[in-house]
């Protein structure tokens, strides 16, 4: 079933010529981390026979559907960021999916009002803090008050520019305006205790490792951690809090889409109505330790340890708006040239 990026000309052209033209298959393309999405497709081939041809990448794949045109064997296009969801659809490369099972599964706040995308799972963009040095964050407490100068080389972040934070960057956007936002990041930038590195489960490690007090990461990883033996102490050295500023917590979506030219669109369909379903969203729930978007499924006995949240309530195709703007305010700003921080 799995494939990766390094394969991928030699796995489109197999798929070209045999999988795509197959009744009983579906090929999918994947920015999600192949443990995070295994499982299901698993479960999804047990339970209806369907195979499933996948393909994993964290960049490049929506080049390729393009370059691939009409003759792309790409069926359903699996990622992560409502920004990278749109930049499918905007490129022309999605097509509408009249769903009533989808409908009927996933509450119009994570849907296309054209249905061309579906968020399928949400995480929290979250602040970590040192258990032992600071402990619970005091109620009312933002993402802005990182940039504070008390703060001053005790936050860790990974780097400006992924998605993750560009999106809560745009968000920032969306509320504050570009001007406060970019002062934001300047501050942030002035409070870093070291360069941005690795990713959010890494600057989790270097707040056990003394390097720094807090750090921006994805609310799932802090199960993921619980449940990786290497990585448990690093969690345990870590306290997850929600922020609860003005406008509450970033959250973002896993979202997929059927592909423009999808040569198995009935078999895509059934792939992600059954990613939508109650099977599916549980294992996206138990295992993953994300919020299913299907109402009435149960989050992790973990996440439920995280208690209840107030979730900024930004309209997602508003993050993507201003997607490139806070791109583009990451590099005026440097952020990831620690060399250049005042």
């Known amino acids: 079933m799995k494939k990766t990026l390094s394969a991928l000309a030699v796995a489109a052209a197999t798929f070209a010529s045999t999988s795509a033209l197959a009744a009983n298959e579906v090929n999918v393309y994947s920015y999600r981390q192949p443990y995070l999405i295994e499982p299901m497709l698993k479960n999804f081939e047990k339970d209806t026979g369907i195979k499933v041809n996948v393909i994993f990448a964290d960049k490049g794949l929506v080049d390729r559907v393009k370059q691939e045109g009409e003759l792309s064997p790409a069926d359903v296009l699996l990622t992560v960021d409502i920004a990278r969801v749109m930049e499918i659809v905007n490129a022309g490369l999605a097509q509408k999916i009249d769903s009533e099972v989808l409908e009927k599964n996933i509450p119009e706040q994570f849907r296309d009002s054209n249905d061309q995308w579906f968020g399928l799972t949400t995480r929290a963009r979250v602040i970590y803090t040192s258990k ?4 619970k964050l005091p109620a009312g407490f933002d993402y802005l008050d990182l940039a504070k100068p008390e703060y001053k080389g005790k936050v860790c972040v990974r780097s400006g520019k992924n998605s993750y934070n560009v999106s809560l960057f745009a968000a ?21 205790a070291q360069k941005p590195q690795g990713g959010d489960r890494d600057q989790v490690k270097a707040i056990k490792e003394g390097i720094c007090d807090y750090s921006i990461g994805n609310s799932y990883y802090y199960g993921k951690m619980l449940d990786d033996e290497k990585q448990k102490s690093w969690a345990e050295a870590a306290v997850i809090n929600f922020p609860s500023g003005e406008y509450g917590t970033h959250k973002n979506i896993s979202g997929v889409v059927i592909a423009k030219h999808s040569p198995n669109k009935a078999n895509a369909v059934k792939l992600i109505e059954y990613l939508s379903g109650e099977k599916a969203q549980g294992l996206y729930a138990e295992l993953n330790h994300e919020y299913p978007v299907k109402e009435g499924i149960e989050p992790s006995a973990i996440v439920k340890g995280w208690g209840t949240f107030t979730a900024d309530k930004i309209k997602l195709e508003n993050i ?19 060399s250049e921080k005042k």
Do not use: P, S
Request: charge should be negative; avoid cysteine; aromatic fraction near 12%.
């Open 132 to 135: 032992d040095r600071v402990g």
């Open 172 to 192: 920032m956007i969306e509320h504050y305006g570009i001007e406060k936002t970019k002062a934001f990041l300047e501050g942030l930038k002035a409070n870093l």
């Open 320 to 338: 993507a708006k201003h997607y490139e703007a806070a791109l583009k305010l990451v590099d005026e700003v440097k952020f990831d040239d620690f």
